[in-house]
């Protein structure tokens, strides 16, 4: 039903019947977000709409000095090889991609001439290939031109192994050709529902110039005198850079936006904390913006008294989850610990597993921690690359969780703690060590033992907790506890990449040194078929539903516990006019920045 | 003497060496691995993780890897940082000015406080002066930076708003308004580790003096009627201060190897914030680097004190 209701919606945005943006709207109360949205909408024939901008300034520079406060400092400018978040947004100052997300999901051009769509005859039906148009007159920082050598430039040089760049995955399946100078055609192996992943956005798509990096593709890419000091196309031009401590930029008076970009001068300082960087921007204003503000919401608030700064907040997709381990943690088989040999002995029960999900407090989670930051949600998938269930939902009792729990057959024994057959609901709760994580550590665990439940809390230095190294026993991927919480992070604005983590044959196990990505070693065949059927389904509207379901299996299964949908938070001076997305990188939209006094 | 100091270098080429060898084992067994925060990404396939490892030599034995550092090492060549992919030596020599000033300016405070208070405070002891001195002092370095740091920062930059709180390498000045500039930014954090510095070493330029002030030939010189001032100058100061100048010289390594935590607070792109932000990222070559060079400063600058022991008195350097 949801099916025909939604094509047939699609022919009403295609007949000129309905608002793209009540499409979007609709689209977005049945648990699709915008970009993909706008995916669907160009893939049943309907031009992608361009983000609008809410750019003012009428001329360009004059704008003065921007100061960016990024407490984890750039280490490196060179997108392809960058550690977390911090070295894209550093070279995206610098870099640009084709195209770029915008706060409702809409794509914004940067590099390319026409957003691609079946009418305009750039997107293939059959969803195998994409040509983009790339912006004629479009100059590199050092005057050379830009053109369609550097996009297929761009994708030699990542997809090479021995360049070992970290965006590889996006590039090794695809082929790029040129066409022309100002035209560049992708072709997929397969019918690629998400088309715009290549060269859009920071993460993976900033384009590098062929003609400074065509020495240093392969071994001798760590040479490359152009890894410290981009050369770019972007609004601002390179001037300094010292690792983990500054970047420094100046206006480029070429750049290829009218009346763009605002400010003089750029400054990106590293280091610190975040309570510290809020604090330079909120309350004394020494910064105009600071980066990914993890901070408790009290605090804020307090710092927004009479400050000089506020907080603002842009939707995404990431999800805190507690994970259910599925295998035994505490029995070796064959020297390995938590192997798909064994089952795990209580949450073998489901009315174990439902019982914990009852004991989660979500709601005092957002309270006491999250604040403005979180949302509550029953949902794995709540965000940009992903569909948001309908069917799902949440609920905390501690009663209830103790009745499902005595029904099941689990009764208290003489010290409290439920027990059955011999064992006792004693369980092991690891996180990394995070403030906000440890706190709610604090909050379930109470909840937990006022159910007769035995929780022991462990943290784990986030450097060892997120690490593949394969001899420590503390990393997430090998998961040696019951519980686990912590986020993984969105990439890209589509489900497909984040749900494959938990095909069954994609389990972390000794035997592929713990690569795997199905860390809870949840086995379900009804998952398995949907997601492989999702990744080749062209129909839209069908590949929703796969993905809903999807979901969905994983919430009546309880193989994760989704605690808080969190937002971005980002600092930002009152008279800062900042774009921020929640399906791009912070300094994704810096062309549109500007102040306004 | 040539053959105390040549023995004495003599001593120091194997310590050297044990000290690398220590702290390379010690940081190839430490759990992670500088490539941590890939394993999150989906976009890395786990084949170009395995690549990065092999290209970085994460994966050959220990010692394999120690000889190849140690050979490097005796070029010249530091290595490169694993996560910014930038020198380590240019990484450091890029850090050490922050460091040397901040730290060599709280430094330099600490001293011009400790040595008058302490010579006075053991001319009079138990006087008010004394009791003042020594309570204040025991407050200094009971509080720690971290929290020293933070009140200065609540009261200076957000009560009174008089100073900035975040370091920057980059003041878009010159001439005078820059050298003010520079000092405007490093008040908080110059007071917040000199005051700390001379809190401790006050009390340890007391008791030498104390120690000193008690002895027969100072009687002696009183005796013959000199004037205050000359016996403690001249005749305490100056035997007093063999044991604060081997302190000094021996502190001399941690000027250079930067303050971690008044680093952090207030964001001085330092020795001391490079070391910990590698820590943090498993960067081995830059954690390796930087330990090293300081041993080897606390090396030397034991070999300096030892030196100027057995000038200062023949008898050690004989024995």
């Given at each position: ?15 000129g019947?309905?608002n ?12 699709l ?20 901008s ?19 400092g ?16 550093g ?7 084709l195209?770029?997300?915008d ?46 050598d ?23 399946d695809?082929?790029?050709?040129k ?5 560049v ?24 110039p062929?003609h ?8 001798k ?11 770019g ?16 930029g ?30 330079a ?26 400050g000089?700064?506020k ?9 805190e ?13 064959d020297?390995e ?14 009315a ?28 794995f ?11 799902t939902s ?17 009764k208290?024994?003489?010290?409290g ?5 011999g ?29 007769g ?7 784990v ?7 593949s ?8 991927p ?5 519980l ?23 389990a ?8 795997g990505?199905n ?7 009804d ?13 839209p ?6 993905y809903?379901?999807a ?9 994760f516990?989704p ?9 930002a001076?009152n ?11 912070e ?11 | 003497?040539?053959?105390y100091v ?23 067994l ?30 050959d034995?220990?010692?394999l890897?120690?000889l ?41 405070l600490?001293l ?10 053991a ?7 004394d ?6 002092a ?12 933070i ?16 370091y ?32 401790s070493m ?6 030498a003096?104390?120690?000193v002030?008690r002895?027969?030939y ?8 000199l ?23 021996l502190q ?41 060079v ?18 200062l ?7």
């Open positions: 039903m949801l099916d025909k209701e939604l094509r047939s919606m699609i022919d009403k945005v295609a007949d019947k309905m793209r943006r009540a499409f979007i709207q609709r689209m977005a109360a049945v648990g977000t915008a970009p993909l949205a706008n995916q669907i909408l160009a893939l049943g024939g309907v031009a992608m709409a361009e983000g609008t809410t750019y003012k300034p009428t001329k360009r520079g004059g704008g003065g000095a921007l100061k960016l406060l990024w407490w984890q750039p280490t490196l400018l060179n997108p392809h090889f960058a550690t977390g978040t911090k070295d894209q947004d070279s995206r100052l610098f870099y640009e991609p195209g770029c997300w706060p409702d999901g809409n794509m914004k051009l940067v590099l390319a001439a026409e957003i691609p769509s079946i009418q305009n005859g750039l997107l293939a039906a059959d969803g195998k290939s994409v040509t983009w148009k790339l912006k004629p007159g479009v100059k590199w920082h050092d005057g050379k031109p830009f053109s369609a550097d996009v297929v430039f761009t994708w030699q040089y990542t997809k090479d192994p021995a360049t070992a760049t970290v965006t590889s995955g996006v590039y090794r695809i082929v790029v050709e066409i022309d100078d100002l035209t055609k992708i072709t997929f192996p397969k019918p690629t529902p998400f088309w715009a992943d290549a060269f859009v956005g920071a993460g993976a798509g900033q384009i590098l062929k400074l990096f065509a020495d240093y593709i392969g071994s890419s760590r040479e490359a005198p152009t890894n410290l000091a981009p050369v196309t972007g609004p601002y031009k390179f001037v300094e850079f010292k690792p983990g401590d500054l970047i420094r100046v206006i480029n008076p070429d750049y290829h936006m009218s009346n763009r970009p605002y400010f003089d001068t750029i400054e990106m300082k590293g280091g610190g904390d975040a309570v510290s960087a809020a604090r921007v909120i309350q004394t204003g020494e910064y105009d913006f600071g980066w990914n503000i993890q901070v408790e919401d009290d605090v804020l608030l307090r710092l927004e008294k009479g000089k700064g907080t603002i907040y842009a939707v995404g997709g990431d999800t989850f507690i994970a259910l381990n599925f295998t035994d943690p505490n029995v070796e088989v020297g610990r938590s192997s798909m040999k064994t089952k795990h002995p209580l949450f073998s029960d489901p174990v597993r439902k019982a914990l999900s009852m004991l989660v407090d979500r709601e005092s989670v957002k309270k006491a921690i999250y604040g403005r930051a979180g949302r509550t949600t029953a949902n998938l709540n965000g940009p690359e992903k569909f948001v269930s309908k069917n949440w609920e905390f009792s501690i009663e209830k969780a103790s009745k499902l729990l005595d029904d099941a057959g689990w208290p024994g003489a010290d703690i439920r027990e059955k057959d064992k006792k609901l004693k369980l092991v709760y690891q996180t990394s060590i995070n403030g906000p994580r440890q706190k709610t550590q604090a909050i379930v665990k109470q909840a937990c033992q006022k159910a439940i035995d929780v022991e809390l462990k943290s230095v986030a450097s060892v907790f997120f690490s190294d394969v001899a420590n026993p503390d990393t997430y090998k998961f040696y506890a019951d686990e919480m912590f986020q993984i992070p969105l990439s890209q604005p589509d489900p497909s990449q984040h749900m494959r983590r938990y095909l069954s044959t994609a972390a196990t000794k035997e592929n040194k713990w690569q990505t860390f809870p070693r949840w086995v379900n065949k998952y398995d078929e949907a997601i492989n059927a999702a990744d080749m389904e062209m129909d509207i069908k590949r929703a539903a796969l809903i379901k979901n969905d299996l994983m919430w009546q299964d309880t193989v516990i605690v808080q949908h969190r937002l971005k938070v980002e600092a001076a008279s800062l006019r900042p774009v921020i997305s929640g399906w791009a990188n300094t994704d939209n810096l062309f549109d920045w500007y102040r306004e006094e | 003497m040539s053959q040549l023995r004495r270098l003599m001593i120091a080429i194997p310590s050297l060496l044990g000290i690398s060898l220590v702290l390379f084992v010690v940081l190839a430490a759990p992670g691995d500088p490539f941590s925060e890939l394993a999150t990404n989906p976009n890395v396939p786990p084949e170009v993780q395995a690549a990065l490892r092999a290209k970085f030599g994460l994966d034995p220990i010692y890897r120690y190849h550092w140690l050979s490097a090492m005796a070029h010249g060549d530091w290595g490169f940082s694993f996560v910014s992919r930038v020198d380590v030596d240019t990484l450091i020599l890029q850090r050490l000015p922050a460091t040397l000033y901040v730290i060599g300016s709280a430094q330099i600490a011009l406080i400790a040595i008058p208070v302490g010579v006075y405070a001319t009079k002891p138990y006087s008010l002066f009791q003042i001195a020594n309570t204040l025991f407050v200094g370095f009971s509080l720690p930076t971290f929290f020293t740091g009140l200065f920062i609540l009261i200076f930059s957000v009560t009174l708003d008089w100073l900035p709180f975040v920057s390498t980059d003041i878009k000045a010159t001439g005078i308004r820059w050298v003010l500039e520079m000092i405007r930014q490093a008040i908080m954090p110059v007071m917040v580790l000199g005051l700390f510095q001379a809190a006050t009390r340890f330029v007391r008791s003096m104390l120690d002030i002895l027969d100072v009687t002696t010189a009183r005796a013959k009627g004037g205050q001032a000359k016996v403690i100058v001249k005749h305490v100061m100056r035997n007093a201060m063999i044991p604060v100048v081997t302190l000094i010289a001399m390594p941690a000027v250079f190897g930067g303050a971690i935590v008044t680093e952090q607070i207030f964001r001085i792109p330092g020795i001391g914030s490079l070391l910990i932000s590698s820590i943090l990222a498993n960067d081995t070559p830059v954690v390796m680097a930087v330990t090293f300081f041993a080897c400063l606390v090396v030397l600058f034991n070999l300096i004190a030892d030196v100027l022991y057995g000038w008195d023949p008898r050690i350097s004989l024995r």
